[in-house]
Nanobody
Framework: VQLQASGGGSVQAGDSLRLSCRAS????????VGWFRQAPGKEREFVTD????????NYADSVKGRFTISRDNAKNTVYLQMNSLKPEDTAVYFC?????????????????WGQGTQVTVSS
């Protein structure tokens, strides 16, 4: 399966963005999906993930209460709604698909990756 992330942009602090991760070449339904981000000079870090059914989600402490992950398996797409954005959210955001049922906090837990989409938040 191929993943395509989109929706990034340049916004002001406090604004919102919605990222999309669309799968092609196969269904996204069989996979859990996560979002990671990587700022310049930093390691790729976990942001959030959602299980195959969409019932279970996990969030990094830094985004809890501000970001919401969701999925529409009929549209082969996973979304990341980002509200109350802060300058420290600036990074390239990646989506990834995993066959693991649990514990998907590390890049090594994911099988397929999309290209990143840049999010820049200015103060």
């Amino acid at each position: 399966v191929q993943l395509q992330a989109s929706g990034g942009g340049s916004v002001q602090a406090g604004d919102s963005l919605r990222l999309s991760c669309r799968a092609s070449g196969g269904a996204i339904r069989p996979y859990a999906v996560g979002w990671f981000r990587q700022a310049p000079g930093k390691e790729r870090e976990f942001v959030t993930d959602i299980n195959r059914s969409g019932i279970t989600t996990n969030y990094a402490d830094s985004v809890k209460g501000r970001f919401t992950i969701s999925r529409d398996n009929a549209k082969n797409t996973v979304y990341l709604q980002m509200n109350s954005l802060k300058p420290e959210d600036t990074a390239v955001y990646f989506c990834a698909a995993s066959t693991r049922v649990t514990v998907r906090y590390w890049p090594r837990d994911y099988n397929y990756w999309g290209q990143g989409t840049q999010v820049t938040v200015s103060s």
